[in-house]
């Protein structure tokens, strides 16, 4: 029997603040009730007769697809909607498309640039909106990295996380509020310019001492990463600030994830994994990494016992179908 909170039916997520800390572990709780269901065979209807938008204005291969599947898989639809198929932004006002999806879908999914898009989506669809990457914010990326935890490490709590690279970035972002949520102690291992902003900081630290945990930032790596027992990367590079390649290479080359710096950790023959949301620079079979010579990870760090990324990435979709049935799915009713 699966079980979660009314509380979430008919809400959006905006960023990870949109829920309660109660919330969001649940919502972690769900999807691993929903992966051990499919794992089992049983395929639901749950979101049967629900039908998902899924506008993206920048590129996606997990979070498209577990969008896609986690619907079909409960009975539902997705519709893959990219800017160059509709009017949105162009022709047609924000507002307006919010307005005629909301009229036809019974949610929306949106990847894209601004976070006022998405915010404004929510805010005129009159329907669930979810945030699948703003320039600002990564929020579903974070529920499917700590189910990961969960169920490598059996709990959350007493956990620290170490994010090494672009401080700044959306994952990052996100990643940092969410350990403050989740009872996880955050270090940032970055250097000064890609430090979090002043901001996204102050509000993580705010949570994260109501909830015992710390969050502090680093600019040595070697010594930000002790006693760490995940260590977390990203692309130096986001989607949309390519003309920042050079400059960002030199700047992050000594935040490299390698097996020094997992050495670094003290818990090399303990509790430690590697995370990574995913693309990931890691070899040298990508056109990018074939002209910059620039990877965030070394193959061996990607390839060994301790990284957990493909796991990660099933669990975009597991974390993703339990946002789309908390919100769209009446519990009452099943
Ligand atoms: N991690 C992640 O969001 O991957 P995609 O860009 O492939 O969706
Ligand atoms: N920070 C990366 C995440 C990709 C999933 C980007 O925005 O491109």
Redesign the pocket.
């Given at each position: 029997m699966l079980n979660w909170m009314d509380s979430l039916y008919g809400r959006s997520l905006m960023r990870l603040t949109s829920f309660t800390d109660e919330e969001m572990l649940n919502l972690i709780d769900l999807a691993g009730q929903l992966k051990a269901r499919r794992h089992a065979g049983v395929r639901g209807d749950l979101l049967k007769r629900k039908n998902i938008a899924l506008i993206f204005e920048k590129s996606s291969t997990r979070t498209r697809n577990s969008s896609i599947i986690a619907a079909r898989d409960e009975g539902g639809g997705a519709e893959y909607l990219t800017r160059p198929d509709i009017h949105f932004g162009k022709k047609e006002s924000v507002k307006d498309t919010a307005r005629v999806l909301g009229r036809i879908y019974d949610g929306i999914l949106f990847r894209g640039f601004s976070q006022q898009t998405c915010e404004d989506l929510a805010k005129y669809s009159g329907v669930p909106v979810w945030n699948g990457?703003t320039d600002d914010y990564?929020p579903t990326q974070v529920f499917a990295d700590f189910l990961t935890i969960k169920e490598t490490f059996g709990s959350l709590e007493g956990v620290t996380l170490a994010y090494v690279g672009d401080g700044r970035?959306?994952?990052a972002n996100s990643v940092m509020m969410g350990c403050a949520k989740c009872k996880i102690n955050y270090v940032c291992c970055c250097p000064k310019e890609l430090e979090p902003d002043p901001k996204v900081l102050a509000e993580a630290r705010e949570v994260a001492e109501r909830n015992g945990v710390t969050i502090k930032v680093f600019n040595d790596p070697i010594e930000g990463v002790k006693g760490a027992n995940v260590l977390y990367t990203?692309?130096w590079v986001?989607?949309g600030e390519e003309s920042k390649t050079a400059e960002r290479i030199k700047m992050l080359r000594p935040y490299q994830i390698n097996m020094d710096l997992m050495r670094a950790t003290g818990n090399i023959d303990g509790k430690l994994m590697f995370l990574h949301?995913l693309p990931a620079f890691h070899d040298y079979n990508t056109e990018v990494t074939k002209e910059s010579g620039a990877l965030e990870v070394t193959d061996e760090v990607f390839e060994s016992k301790y990284s957990k990324v493909f796991d990660e990435s099933e669990n975009r979709m597991h974390t993703i179908k339990a946002l789309f049935v908390s919100a769209l799915c009446d519990r009452k009713s099943v």
């Open positions: 990457l990564h970035n959306n994952v990203d692309v986001s989607m949301c």
